[in-house]
């Protein structure tokens, strides 16, 4: 079963600190992945992808990623109270001929005063 | 302005109904992907298109059915035979199949048995 799995939270930083999310795979031959953020009653939204090691910086976010040990992480430096939201980690693996995405079940973040 | 339209936003099935929830893409994506998310869960996939006239099941098929008549629209029925309805509904489309290239979502259908 491939499987994506983060820590469901909520995790809780003061604002303008850096807010930290990580995201484990279990699919070797996983090659995308990517940082949904949703609001409450709204849909995913993409603010990040990533597909080779290393960092990948985007304004305030960061994406690592680290295929040896199959982590992925996402970093908010600055958060401010709008960052708060589920964090959605994704990864893609190939199945019948097609690549398809597996999602982790996300991190609420809540970003405080 | 260019994006995927999913409606309707609220729908309610009786007992023994089936219901057909909609969504329709004006990005020219080859690829388009129905999902399931019921509270505090990940998504869940039910069926995948990558072209027109053919479809995949996903994970979580039963009880639900597909049509890719043409490029633009994937319309979801949900059947009878799908017991536990109640979920968020998500349609997403992606520019090339098989390439990993991101998905991107409607904003949704909120289905409810009454």
């Known amino acids: 079963q491939k499987e994506v799995e983060q820590n469901s939270g909520p995790l809780s930083v003061p604002e303008g600190a850096i807010a930290s999310l990580n995201c484990t795979y279990s699919?070797?031959?996983?090659?995308?992945f990517f940082w949904y953020r949703q609001y409450s009653g709204k849909s995913p939204e993409l603010i990040m992808f990533i597909y080779s090691n290393g960092d990948k910086e985007d304004g305030r976010f960061t994406a690592q990623l680290n295929k040896a040990s199959q982590y992925v992480s996402l970093l908010i430096r600055d958060s401010q109270p709008s960052d708060s939201a589920t964090y959605l980690c994704?990864?893609?693996?190939?199945?019948?001929?097609?690549?398809?995405?597996?999602f982790g079940a996300g991190t609420r973040l809540a970003v405080h005063p | 302005d260019g994006g995927i339209t999913q409606s309707p936003k609220y729908l309610f099935r009786k007992e023994g109904q089936n219901v057909t929830l909609s969504c329709e893409q004006n990005?020219?994506?080859?690829?388009m992907y129905w999902y399931r998310q019921d509270p505090g869960q990940g998504l869940r996939l039910i069926y995948y298109s990558q072209i027109v006239n053919d479809f995949q099941k996903g994970d979580i098929a039963e009880g639900y059915s597909v049509s890719r008549e043409k490029k633009e629209s994937f319309p979801l029925t949900v059947t009878s035979a799908q017991k536990n309805p109640t979920a968020f509904y998500l349609c997403?489309?992606?520019?090339?199949?098989?390439?990993?290239?991101?998905?991107?979502f409607g904003d949704g259908t909120r289905l409810s048995i009454l």
């Open positions: 994704a990864a893609t693996f190939f199945s019948g001929g097609y690549n398809k995405l597996i």
């Open positions: 990005l020219n994506h080859d690829a």
């Open positions: 699919d070797r031959g996983s090659q995308s």
């Open positions: 997403a489309s992606s520019a090339r199949r098989g390439q990993g290239q991101p998905q991107h």
